[in-house]
């Protein structure tokens, strides 16, 4: 992900990997629906939706039976309930090797080949805040007949939980529950008339625990717990045989038979809770995935956080190599990664005791899966609450950052009070709500959120309100944007004037997409009447706020409305290059609304702007 | 797609194209939304669409402006309108070359390699009806260095407006209109102040008129007309300059500007509308596509019918070669393809003429393009009339096949009270209704008219109703389903013994599929319980109708609602393994509805059932 991004954008990548090939069989293979939204904005979710990975809907519970010997089921629930407004409300399961052939194949397109298998022997950081390339890297062949030494300007290490360093910079990793687990896990084909065999599945039973996990071309993965270090006679290095574990699973899914046709995969591993102390020491060598956290598969969260730190810390070297933030923006990887993942493992923790202490009343589980936002969610539920988080962690659409300078709050140096005005639903730190809107230039129906790619730039959403009641303060919004001491002119492409027409997404500032949502029917937007040039510069960045939702039924501007913005008046919203708002704004004549914005860039950009407001 | 089709199903194809290579440039572009789900069914949508068409949804008219010089806009109108039913409500455009190429690519899967650059130099039949490889056919290298006689069970003549095949077997062409034209076209990358470059327009001026189709890759196509017959000057050799049509062009979008920065593929050809007397003439030679029938390209209907006349053809080729129906079956290729190309026709004539009268009024495109079926539309305005046939027509959504053996109407064989009960919306000779559902085993959503493969199998919808009060009812179709003496026993696989427990489609038959939707919410259902096994044993393909959809919002079982089909005691649908509607009957009690569908059946395969009440 993190070679992807930086490729794309131009980058030279040293991308190695101690592998010899990429993954045939096993390890990952969740996808949340959160990635999803993720892959798509990179273009490639199609390319991985083409090995028809499994889809996980619903999650089903499965307990010792009251009335008969077995099990019995006894509930399921959705993996990603309605409350939340998701694109794709479920989790696809794909063999990783699949998915780490369509990053390869892009890296490829941009230039960069995966040098394998090598593997690092040691590093070093000189200077790291005046010299251009500070990290000198020594790289061997696994055989050791070759070595190369690299001079580079930044070193990540995503080598999973031993790596090599993160022991080097003598990073401790703390262990947050103190039980570690040694698990068995299967993949293949089997026959079996048990009847929730393509659900997600939690089976407990007396002769002991699985976990049944759907798969593509009609396989499934099993996890069992093989040992924990509360039992007795606990060892890590505790294992079992292939065929004990097919016995097991035999005596816990009774009374349903099960025959393994095929075993793709069979692996044995301890996992014990980790989180590591530290992501980096000198915001030049970084760690990210498995190298940080640790925790139980269940979830299937890991890979999804891994694409999440990566995509956190592509942007923010970009930002910051191509001269737009200042070098302290790149300490915001460990602030808001570390906190993600302690959040994982806060999870991870709760969502065992969930279900250990009683299963849900099928009523709560119909409560918190059914109820819309602001529905009237009995809160007091400790079941319906946890099981929200849970629904709202997993999916990926939960996870938020805390206050920093990218992410407002009251204490930002950004004082305006048009910042955050009051109904919008939007935070800062959280997620850009999705919405479809029609495209004015060729009435084409749009996801909003997708409309701008991944290409590193902010993506700023003007929702225009009333073209006719909100014109004067559109034009000031562009008068002011234009204006010279303007954080949108401070950073202009140097090729300005040699830009294509054709250019979308970057005509003026590599930095920044324009995106106008007018609160109007695609046929009453004429572009060349109503969009100032510099917004209509963004011809396919021009919408009408004019596709039915069901969310907000009687709503004649639903995006509008999903955003809590007036359909009159509008407002402003500043998205990261990776999705999440960074700062919402009203949409007021005079210069206000660019000062505001203004002093949100001030906050981490290398120029200070006009009127910005800045605090020390 | 005849090719490809045949392929997969296992016959052995001898493609040859005189072409030394797949289409660089130019030729059809435009898919319409019913393409779009065949394209889908076959699985090659996806790579069709990684191309990046453009989708047009909706369509602008520019006249001369009454205020000034030029040209103004004088309304749009959807493309495929919300009173369309459609999965995909636009039309694609992209180059030919990369749907030849998707195809070519299938067709290499399954072991076919189109032969380039051949011709066919002669072919005969002999004992059509008895020999089994009865055409002979002469094939040379266009350089006439190698030949090659093939026998073969059939030959098809898909080689456009000047087929040898039609000319050999001397069959007339029909002109509709006597009127022919001479059209410009040319693709390629403008630069252009132009607003509706993105839609699809129709521009008339006092310099003549144009039409304006948006391409993938910031392309777009005009289509100028450059003579007609009706001129005083009339010749079709008549031609222009690429420089010319450019001129033409400038002249026609004034006030507007547009250069060419890049010309792709520029034509002059005359065109004249024109059909083809018959289709074959002894079920063994047949002729689709242009070969058939030649009209303009302004509606995009041409490489889409072709589709549709090669897919016809297909199947009925595949259940007749199969041992499954009557060779008279073949005869309704030409009665059901034919009659859509003459509505083709007719509707290109009236299409031109719906705007060379006077402008709709934009109340009459508001209310045509927004009214909801049943909702009241005024069906006395020609206009409003006209529009919803040309969308319906265009779409793909429209066409519809007559009365016949596989179309079930009063004069049908199958006679039973029970076929087309009261109520149903669906229409024997039309498309299946697209409706969403819940798969039971694993909780995905779904889209029912997606969910057999197209593979040659007719798809029988078994709208359970009820779960409780229609137990019976179920049962008794099963047990005479699965009566010695019902179509369904007849057809039985030969190695059902040995078929593998992960076939999803065909289990039992190569000809049918059975997919059981119950009237309930998925979580209620359970498949060991409620199903009967012959149902049972698909159970990739049961369902639960329990999803909301916005056309019945007040049902709470939108997939019967929207067939028509009570909600307690459901129904059975007949679909052709096109997508189109043979037959419905009720869901009873007793073996009526199973004799109902023996009837059905014993009209047009090898074999006579049960109870089946059989006209002579």
Redesign the interface.
Known sequence: MLSTCLSRWGYRIKHIDIRPEPTATGRADGIQPRSLDLLRNMGLK?AI??HRP?????VAFWDPSESSKGIARTG?WASCPSFIDARYP?TTLLHQGHIERVFIADLGKNGTEIQRPWTITGFQTRNPDTSEYPVQVELQHVNGTEKETVNAKYLFGGEGARSFVRQQLNIGVQHKDPIAHVWGVMDG?V?T?F?DI??KCTIRSQHGSVMVI?RED?MVRLYIQIASSTDADWSPRKTASEFEVQASAKRILQPYSIEWEHVEWYSVYPISQGISDRYTLDQRVFLGGDACHTHSPKAGQGMNTAFLDALNLAWKIHVVESGFADRQLLATYESERKAVAESLLDFDNRYAKLFSQRPPVASEVQAASETLPGAGLDADNAFVRTFKESCEFTSGYGVSYQPNALNWSPDHPAQSPLVQPSGTTLRSGRLFVIADV?RV?????VHLEQEVPLNGSFRIFLFAGDPVKNRAALRDLADNLTSAESFYTAYARADIDGVS??EKHNPHSLFFTLCTIFAAK??DI???REVPSVLARYRHHIYADDR?D?RVPDSKAPAHAKMGLDEDKGGVVVVRPDGYVGLVAALVEGPGTVDALNAYFSAFCTKTFGKATCQP
Chains 1, 2 share one sequence.
């Open positions: 199609s939706m083409a499994a889809r996980v809907y619903e399921t479920f084909v026959k008339d009847p393509k659900m759907p009609n029609t230039a060729d009435a084409n129906v027409h054709h695609r046929h004429e572009i060349a039915w069901r």
